[in-house]
């Protein structure tokens, strides 16, 4: 009685795992993920729509299930993450084990602040609000630990990305909305006093998770290759371009499109030391000229040669991205242009230059619409976008 009469239609999966910090076992619930393919990603990996493979599931929303949780000691992290918090970083278990019960458990504000986050969690009926909650305490934990927050940040990023990416959710979905985000309101007016640090919004918090890839990038030692380092560069390029900051944006990719090509270099090179050596392996010439310096076995050859294609896959992609960002943030600014200049109608060409660049307007677009020099030689007129 009250069983699944089709038990191959539950969509949850079950896990059980011991917390990584109190080591009490709890079992965590998932949705399956061969039931749905997330699709229609936006330049921050934002997935705009869900696809689901089998009927009925609708109602599912995929991202409540990302954290996972202790309801013992509270220890929250994403569903990858939780087993082994420290994979990403440099410090021990042991280290991040102390350091979590001294500056979480131990600390009378802190717990009251996670006590206080977590109440009523219960996974088997998650809804945004303890999804969103959960996320909170995820960085809240890995902001207080001081390795994670200031060097092997990656996870903490990624934290933040996925937390601008619900309130992106409670804003664009109506149902959502009505539900919820007068609860939301209230949470983060209640927690600002205490946490000021809080990404309030989905701009805070997209700057926060670019912020703490940036620290990454520069500071950890877990970024040890040129894959790893240009995949973060993207990232932060991609956080970038979501947030209109079209210059830097294009600046972190020409860095990163720099980068694939010396990494491509590389490959070349050392695919032509592979042909030489296999060259004098199957001469008749003296042994002693048959020594090709090669430091790399053709194993790792062909894994560098497979990272090089993939890396120019997404250069490509990063490409078009930014391309369709910067076509976009070029119409919003001409909008705002001609909108300020018809409510000016009587200022001097000097005065509305300043209201313009006071309104935050690209010089290179105020050049257009006012200029100050007579045009001489055609210059593009995105000369920093061209490259
Ligand atoms: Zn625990």
């Known amino acids: ?13 079950k896990s059980t795992l011991p917390c990584p910090i109190c080591e009490i076992e709890t079992v965590h619930i998932y949705i399956k993920p061969r039931l749905f393919v997330e699709r229609d990603k936006d330049v921050d990996y934002y997935p705009r729509s869900v696809r689901w493979l089998k009927e009925g599931l609708g109602n599912l929303h995929p991202r409540f299930y990302y954290i996972r949780y202790c309801p013992k000691c509270f220890f929250a992290a994403g569903d990858e993450i939780f087993k082994n918090p420290v994979e990403s970083s440099t410090i021990s278990l042991e280290k991040f084990r102390k350091l979590y019960i001294s500056s979480c458990l131990k600390d009378p504000k802190i717990l009251k602040i996670m006590q206080f986050l977590a109440k009523g969690i219960d996974m088997k009926s ?6 969103f909650r959960l996320h909170l305490l995820a960085i809240l934990q890995l902001q207080l630990c001081e390795p994670i927050a200031t060097r092997d940040a990656t996870d903490l990023g990624r934290y933040c990305l996925r937390l601008a990416w619900l309130y992106r959710d409670v804003n664009s979905d109506s149902n959502l909305r009505k539900q919820f985000s007068q609860r939301i309101n209230n949470l983060l007016k209640s927690l600002k006093t205490v946490w000021p640090e809080l990404p309030i919004n989905e701009k805070k918090s997209l700057i926060m998770a670019r912020d703490y890839y940036q620290v990454t990038l520069s500071n950890s030692y877990k970024v040890d290759t040129e894959v790893s380092e240009i995949n973060l560069l993207y990232l932060i390029a991609r956080i970038n371009l979501k947030l209109g900051n079209i210059k830097e944006g294009h600046e972190v990719i020409a860095l990163a499109k720099e980068k694939v090509r010396s990494f491509q270099a590389k490959i070349k090179e050392y695919m032509s030391l592979q042909a030489q050596k296999e060259r004098a392996a199957n001469s008749k010439v003296e042994q002693h000229q048959k020594q090709v310096n090669l430091d790399k076995t053709d ?7 497979q990272a090089g294609r993939k890396l120019k896959t997404l250069a490509d992609e990063m490409q078009t991205n930014f391309e369709d960002c910067k076509d976009k943030w070029q119409q919003r600014q001409f909008a705002i242009c001609k909108k ?18 006071n309104k935050d307007i690209d010089e290179a677009v105020v050049e257009k619409f006012c200029p100050v020099t007579p045009k001489k030689e055609k210059k593009g007129l995105f000369g920093f976008l061209n490259r």
């Open 1 to 13: 009685m009250g069983k699944d009469k089709n038990p191959k239609l539950n969509p949850f999966g």
């Open 299 to 305: 194993e790792e050859i062909a894994e560098m040669a």
């Open 340 to 357: 300020i200049i018809k409510s000016n109608s009587n200022a001097s060409p000097e005065q509305l230059r300043e209201i313009l660049l």
């Open 126 to 131: 998650i809804d945004f609000y303890q999804c």
